[in-house]
């Protein structure tokens, strides 16, 4: 199984990005997928997850701005990111939490290989 994310890049404050994190293998089924992010010299904190059930997670430094979302028959999660703010410059992770897969028993968690989101004017 791997987490193929895109779609950071450098942005005005205000401005809008829309990442996208797309899950393949022999996948059978997805618990949980979600975006962290890491600044430099920070911890990597949770910034939205989602449930295969489509319940949404948001932490609240990014609630009212951004929204998760996920196509489960695709296994690809999306974050919208809008009003971005330079305190919303980092790294940031796909995670896919619980994978069931034909090729192993039992479960496991992936993470993609982070896109560089940069608010700057």
């Known amino acids: 199984v791997q987490l193929q994310a895109s779609g950071g890049g450098l942005v005005q404050p205000g401005g809008s990005l829309r990442l996208s994190c797309a899950a393949s293998?022999?996948?059978?089924?997805?618990?949980?997928m979600g975006w962290y992010c890491q600044a430099p010299g920070k911890q990597r904190e949770l910034v939205a997850a989602?449930?295969?059930?489509?319940?949404?997670n948001y932490a609240d430094f990014v609630k009212g701005r951004f929204t998760i979302s996920r196509d489960n028959v695709k296994n690809t999660v999306y974050l919208q990111m809008n009003s971005l703010k330079p305190e919303d410059t980092a790294v940031y992770y796909c995670?896919?939490?619980?994978?069931?897969?034909?090729?192993?028993?039992?479960?496991?968690?992936?993470w993609g290989q982070g896109t560089q989101v940069t608010v700057s004017s």
């Open positions: 995670n896919a939490y619980r994978v069931y897969s034909a090729d192993y028993i039992g479960q496991r968690d992936y």
């Open positions: 293998g022999s996948i059978v089924s997805i618990s949980a």
């Open positions: 989602i449930t295969s059930g489509l319940k949404t």
